[in-house]
């Protein structure tokens, strides 16, 4: 199929973007990588007025550090961040995360803004940012503000960005050193949309757990944060019986919906099963199966 009609326009800076959009009152679409958006107006499940496209704005895009944060310009490409020395380094867990996007043409156009921006429940990158407690700095008519992972994403494909702003910045705080992390995901084919993907990362303190992160993507309207499951591990350690215990929590506190891919029951039951084969790889370092 093809799109439907609309206007198009291409700001070379962020100020003339955020006019652009306040200029259709809410009836405009950001195009940054378009993996998302283009299947969506081709299908047309989506009818903007116009498209705003941010890729001719350099100084939306590079991957850089920045005082215990690694910052990306919103348009940095997945493929970017999947070769980054500075990802490697100070996250391991999001550069494990990228190779499970879709495929080398996908990730080569997509881009970190746009996939936490799109909010896909099944989606990668939102699952490391819930798990990671990152933070979006957006530009909008009011100027610039920072919106937590907490408070970013609020329902299926929804975020509590308004129409006229823009995600400039994505900032995830660097790990910690000697972090162990994992990323498990069980999809029909590599490359599809994840069933349920689980995202762990644990700092030790000898036997036991200074640190736990656990998020789990496509089992709720967003990335779902595993607090009570980390709680566990934070209390008892890591320790056979502790893992066990948090993989069996994080199970009971999701509540996934079925669909044509995968009943509700299916889904929860491999919440637990992934969660614990993450934790254990998270456990030994993070080190690849």
């Given at each position: 199929?093809?799109?439907p009609?609309f206007?198009?326009h291409?700001?070379?800076?962020i100020?003339?973007a955020?006019?652009?959009?306040?200029?259709?009152?809410?009836?405009a679409?950001v195009?940054?990588g378009g993996?998302s958006?283009?299947?969506l107006?081709?299908?047309?499940?989506?009818?903007?007025?116009?498209?705003?496209?941010?890729n001719r704005?350099p100084?939306?895009?590079?991957i850089r550090e920045?005082?215990?944060?690694v910052?990306f310009?919103?348009?940095t490409?997945?493929?970017a961040v999947?070769f980054?020395?500075i990802?490697?380094?100070k996250l391991p867990?999001?550069?494990e995360a990228?190779r499970?996007?879709?495929?080398?043409?996908i990730?080569?156009?997509g881009?970190?803004?746009g996939?936490?921006?799109?909010?896909d429940p099944?989606?990668?990158?939102?699952?490391?940012?819930a798990?990671?407690?990152?933070?979006?700095?957006?530009?909008?008519?009011?100027g610039?503000?920072?919106?937590?992972?907490s408070?970013?994403f609020?329902t299926?494909?929804?975020?509590?960005l308004t129409?006229?702003?823009?995600?400039t910045?994505?900032?995830l705080p660097?790990?910690p050193?000697?972090?162990?992390w994992?990323?498990?995901?069980?999809?029909?084919?590599?490359?599809d949309?994840?069933?349920v993907?689980?995202a762990?990362m644990?700092v030790?303190?000898?036997a036991?757990?200074?640190?736990?992160?656990?998020?789990?993507?496509?089992?709720?309207?967003?990335?779902?944060?595993?607090r009570?499951?980390?709680?566990?591990l934070?209390?008892d350690?890591?320790?056979?019986?502790?893992?066990a215990?948090?993989?069996?929590?994080a199970?009971?506190?999701?509540?996934?919906?079925?669909?044509i891919h995968?009943?509700?029951?299916?889904?929860?039951?491999l919440?637990?099963?992934?969660?614990?084969?993450?934790?254990?790889?998270?456990?030994?370092?993070?080190?690849?199966?």
């Amino acid at each position: 199929m093809k799109p439907p009609k609309f206007d198009y326009h291409a700001p070379a800076t962020i100020d003339e973007a955020v006019t652009l959009l306040g200029r259709y009152s809410g009836d405009a679409k950001v195009l940054a990588g378009g993996q998302s958006l283009m299947p969506l107006l081709n299908f047309r499940l989506s009818r903007p007025a116009a498209l705003v496209d941010l890729n001719r704005i350099p100084s939306l895009a590079g991957i850089r550090e920045d005082d215990g944060w690694v910052s990306f310009g919103a348009m940095t490409r997945q493929r970017a961040v999947e070769f980054s020395p500075i990802v490697a380094r100070k996250l391991p867990l999001l550069r494990e995360a990228t190779r499970w996007v879709g495929h080398l043409p996908i990730r080569s156009r997509g881009t970190i803004g746009g996939s936490i921006a799109h909010a896909d429940p099944a989606a990668e990158y939102p699952t490391i940012f819930a798990a990671l407690d990152g933070e979006v700095r957006v530009r909008g008519p009011r100027g610039e503000r920072r919106v937590t992972a907490s408070e970013l994403f609020v329902t299926y494909l929804t975020t509590s960005l308004t129409p006229e702003e823009i995600v400039t910045e994505v900032r995830l705080p660097a790990m910690p050193e000697g972090a162990g992390w994992a990323f498990e995901e069980f999809s029909r084919r590599h490359g599809d949309f994840a069933i349920v993907g689980i995202a762990a990362m644990l700092v030790r303190d000898g036997a036991r757990c200074r640190t736990a992160r656990l998020a789990a993507a496509g089992v709720g309207p967003g990335p779902i944060r595993l607090r009570d499951a980390e709680a566990i591990l934070e209390t008892d350690g890591l320790g056979d019986a502790a893992i066990a215990g948090a993989a069996q929590r994080a199970a009971e506190l999701v509540q996934p919906d079925s669909d044509i891919h995968a009943s509700a029951d299916y889904r929860r039951h491999l919440t637990g099963v992934l969660t614990e084969r993450a934790l254990r790889r998270a456990a030994g370092g993070g080190a690849k199966p």
